[in-house]
């Protein structure tokens, strides 16, 4: 079991990222609705076995808007460089 596990939405849209729902070990205090201007949605995935131990971060998309080009998102991350 780890001792810690969290997840952090992250909405890229026009104007930048917006952060959404927080879950503490897969419980969320409050979900946050997604913009409605929302390009992508994407998780950080935050894992770490041990106190002393490095956390294990993954990122995961799990909606991507189909009305922006690859082209468009492209200049969008240029822009706004993901969240750390």
Do not use: N
């Amino acid at each position: 079991m780890s001792v810690d596990h969290t997840e952090d939405e992250y909405h890229l849209t026009p104007h930048g990222w917006v952060h959404g729902t927080y879950k503490f070990y897969g419980h969320a205090d409050k979900i946050v609705d997604p913009p409605e201007d929302r390009i992508e949605t994407w998780v950080r995935d935050m894992k770490q076995s041990h106190p002393f131990a490095k956390e294990f971060v993954t990122w995961e998309c799990i909606w991507k808007s189909p009305e922006y080009s690859d082209d468009d998102k492209k200049k969008l991350w240029a822009k706004y460089p993901r969240p750390s």
